[in-house]
């Protein structure tokens, strides 16, 4: 979808086709060999900067010289806003709440210059009420598919509700949502051995208690920062411990008894917001192990065998995997052979890049799957094909699973009156950020 957000510098320095400009460059971008436009670019003197959030392009421009990093950041940040105050982006909640959306702008930026981006701050400036959109209209694999468990759907009220819309009735239903979300990344070596490893985590919160309560979020006791040369498994305890290369917390946390008993103390800001960033980079058990082997069929023939083995419990159920890898240049065509019994994969080959995609609806822990491909060239071969094709890379989110163990142990809430008892809801989640097999 290319419904986009055009935020320029708010000085008028920037000509008024600018947003018809980057609808088109970006739409029709060849250049450096490359199918899409980086986050930044220049054309005609002005600068364009934009991140793509669930389908939609926020866009900033410029004619000055600007940190990039701090454009994106605000960029993110302005969606997340907005996310806060419609409850869902798509093309229909923008449509609907364009008035508002507006203002909001109007209040985060100043010609030219960031105000806030503080949901809570806002709230004082802006006075339009946004137009809820059904969540009920939203497509089956949308934001709140990642919460997915089987065929039990969580919790998915905080990717698809506004924080400052009443509930029908005029009360506000008092909840609190914490996400675990964790992207891994892994590079495997042509025999199956992880060369590089890593984990981007961050512990999400989003809050719609009234009153501000205070919080008490408590994590692994074996919570360690900076690992000192230590591997995870160095720990005779197992699962409960965790070790962190570093992080950092969000301004409202306070980390007074953090340091003894690993528990944070913070007041949640309405709207969401990152209590918690932190990275590894030990090795760790990968949640997938990929397989590939290339064999020429023929003078003009090649086979590629695929296999892909889920290394979580069983109890645990990976959603919307998909599986590419490009192939010879001279690849003209490709068949495909499913297993016996296989349901809910599809095969494809991307003739224009010359690659192939595998993707599966699911994969429950602990099952296999194969995939074989048989390539028809256009011309001989007169090197190795394996150096001509791959590397395999992987999509994939595990809902309800987190690959460092770190855990939240606990989650108070400073009751107001004995009846005071909200609604709380811990969710983990993992995805790719780069998951490359090398053939």
């Given at each position: 979808m290319w419904l986009y957000n055009h935020i320029d510098a708010d000085r008028g320095d920037v000509q008024k086709g600018s947003a018809e400009i980057f609808f088109r460059k970006v739409k029709f971008w060849k250049e450096d060999g490359e199918e899409e436009a980086p986050p930044v670019f220049n054309e005609n003197g002005v600068n364009y900067f934009h991140v793509k959030v669930v389908g939609l392009l926020f866009v900033a421009t410029t004619r000055t010289n600007v940190s990039p990093s701090l454009v994106l950041e605000l960029l993110q940040r302005i969606a997340r806003v907005i996310k806060d105050y419609l409850g869902v982006l798509?093309?229909?909640?923008?449509?609907?709440?364009?008035?508002?959306?507006?203002?909001?702008?109007?209040?985060?930026?100043?010609?030219?210059?960031?105000?806030?981006?503080?949901?809570?701050?806002?709230?004082?400036?802006?006075?339009?009420?946004?137009?809820?959109?059904?969540?009920?209209?939203?497509?089956?694999?949308?934001?709140?598919?990642?919460f997915m468990q089987g065929t039990k759907r969580m919790p998915g009220t905080a990717v698809t509700k506004s924080v400052v819309a009443n509930e029908p009735g005029g009360r506000k239903r008092e909840e609190?949502?914490?996400?675990?979300?964790?992207?891994?990344?892994v590079t495997f070596s042509s025999s199956g051995y992880i060369l590089t490893s890593e984990i981007d985590g961050t512990i999400q919160m989003k809050s719609y208690l009234t009153g501000n309560p205070e919080i008490r979020l408590a994590l692994n006791e074996e919570l360690a920062i900076g690992r000192g040369g230590r591997s995870i498994y160095d720990y005779s305890s197992g699962?409960?411990?965790?070790?962190?290369?570093?992080?950092?917390?969000?301004?409202?946390?306070?980390?007074?008894?953090?340091?003894?008993?690993?528990?944070?103390?913070?007041?949640?800001?309405?709207?969401?917001?990152?209590?918690?960033?932190?990275?590894?980079t030990q090795e760790f058990r990968p949640p997938f192990r990929i397989n590939t082997l290339i064999q020429e069929a023929g003078p003009l023939k090649a086979e590629v065998i695929l296999k892909?083995?889920?290394?979580?419990?069983?109890?645990?159920?990976?959603?919307?995997?998909?599986?590419?890898?490009?192939?010879?240049?001279y690849t003209?065509?490709?068949?495909?052979?499913?297993?016996?019994?296989?349901?809910?994969?599809m095969t494809?080959?991307?003739?224009?890049?010359?690659?192939?995609?595998?993707?599966?609806?699911?994969?429950v822990g602990g099952s296999e799957h194969t995939l074989c491909a048989k390539l028809t060239f256009s011309q001989e071969s007169h090197?190795?094909?394996?150096?001509e094709a791959g590397p395999v890379s992987v999509t994939f989110t595990i809902p309800m699973y987190n690959t460092s163990r770190l855990q939240v142990k606990y989650l108070q809430i400073t009751k107001k009156s004995k009846t005071y008892n909200p609604y709380r809801w811990v969710r983990y989640v993992t995805q790719a950020n780069s998951y490359v097999a090398r053939i």
């Open positions: 798509n093309e229909d909640s923008f449509r609907k709440n364009f008035v508002l959306v507006y203002e909001l702008l109007d209040e985060v930026i100043d010609f030219g210059y960031v105000q806030t981006t503080s949901t809570e701050v806002l709230k004082s400036y802006v006075f339009n009420e946004p137009i809820v959109v059904d969540a009920g209209r939203l497509p089956a694999l949308g934001p709140a598919a990642l609190i949502f914490v996400d675990i979300i964790e992207k891994i990344s699962s409960g411990a965790v070790i962190l290369d570093d992080c950092n917390f969000h301004e409202s946390v306070h980390l007074d008894s953090f340091e003894m008993d690993r528990t944070l103390t913070l007041v949640p800001p309405d709207g969401e917001f990152p209590v918690m960033n932190y990275r590894i892909i083995r889920a290394e979580f419990a069983s109890s645990i159920t990976a959603n919307t995997i998909v599986v590419q890898m490009p192939l010879p240049t003209a065509r490709v068949s495909f052979e499913l297993e016996a019994g296989a349901v809910g994969q494809d080959f991307k003739e224009s890049n010359k690659r192939l995609e595998w993707g599966l609806k699911k994969i090197g190795n094909i394996t150096k």
